[in-house]
């Protein structure tokens, strides 16, 4: 599936219009193609992460508050989007339906959590496949 801006923006709208959502507030919006790029590489960032670490993609693309578990694979998830993928925080909010703020908590808390060396191993897994997967398209 082509992801035009149209098709972005009507996922948009059917998020916000969802029962019980929380508005999320973003400091810039994003249009355009960098909208467009920032939702297609964190949607294949969702899904390599969910493989990773058998967690269902629909439960860490759910709004909200989720259990420990997905919280924490989807915080590794906006890392290594901000990390290797090298989007801004901006983009991955808007890539993974947060705030730039709950990315940048994300970011904090796994450079903190990496003092641990099973937890290191796991996000530099991660990171290697992201790499690999992206490398051709980043030209990395």
Known sequence: MQLTSATVRKAIIQEERRPGRVPVRSAEPIRG???ERAV????AMIDITAALFNVPGKELRRGGRTEMGV?????IAMYVSHVVLRLSMNEVGFG??????TVLHACHLVED?????DFDRLVAKTERVAFAAFRTRLGL
């Open 113 to 117: 959590l990496r003092d641990d060396e």
């Open 96 to 101: 993974f339906g947060r705030d730039r703020t």
């Open 33 to 35: 193609s960098r909208g």
């Open 40 to 43: 297609e590489l964190c949607e």
């Open 71 to 75: 919280s924490r694979v989807r915080q």
